[in-house]
């Protein structure tokens, strides 16, 4: 079985996945409520969301990635926010934008699906029509845990050691 952990948003959320069933819940007071009435020795790996995202959410959910992966020897599948924003758009030219406060945002642009450059610039965006993410007028794009399961089970996502899992946060400057 495979945990999957998405704290990037407003919404945290998990999901399992053991074969063909897929599960998952929002998280509404910590992981280790949602995570009780599993066996934890029956998860085999653990996919996580490294963002960019806000800075505490992204800390408590890649903490207890890595310390879980630790303490059972499981492997970590790094996913980002904008890797699972793109598979949902069928467009072939678009933009990915986040708000990253201060009048500022965060935003990536993609010409056939490949990503050219993250950059942080003021929020004065023009009306383009392909531009996705969370800042009007972009079209709402939100993903969950059970993305990440997905995602994962139609692309190959190599394994990274624990020490090795590192946020993209939406400002570089937290």
């Known amino acids: 079985m495979l945990l999957a952990i998405d704290t990037s948003q407003m919404n945290y959320s998990i999901a399992f996945s053991n074969g063909n069933e897929t599960k998952w819940d929002d998280i509404h007071t910590t992981l280790y409520d949602q995570l009780k009435a599993t066996s934890l020795d029956e998860i085999e790996g653990i996919i996580v969301n490294i963002g960019p995202g ?3 959410g992204l800390r408590s959910g890649l903490s207890f990635a890595q310390g879980l992966s630790l303490a059972k020897n499981l492997p970590i599948y790094p996913i980002t ?4 924003m793109a598979s949902k758009i069928k467009d072939t030219e678009f933009s990915i934008i986040l708000d ?3 009048n500022e ?6 010409r056939s699906h490949i990503a050219h450059g993250n950059i ?5 965006i023009p009306n383009i029509d392909n531009l996705y993410g969370n800042i009007k007028p ?5 993903t969950s845990a059970i993305d990440l399961i997905t995602y994962f089970k ?6 990274i050691k624990p020490q090795e899992l590192c946020p993209v946060y939406i400002r570089p400057s937290v």
């Not at 926010?81 to 699972?84: D, H, S, T, W």
């Not at 945002?105 to 993609?110: A, G, M, N, S």
């Not at 972009?138 to 939100?142: N, Q, S």
């Not at 139609?154 to 394994?159: D, N, V």
Request: hydrophobic fraction near 45%; glycine fraction near 0%; avoid cysteine.
């Open 100 to 102: 990253a406060r201060k």
């Open 138 to 142: 972009a079209k709402i794009l939100d």
């Open 120 to 124: 942080i610039i003021s929020a004065d």
């Open 54 to 56: 806000r800075f505490s």
């Open 105 to 110: 945002v965060y935003l990536q642009q993609y």
């Open 154 to 159: 139609q692309h190959i996502i190599t394994p």
């Open 81 to 84: 926010q904008f890797e699972l």
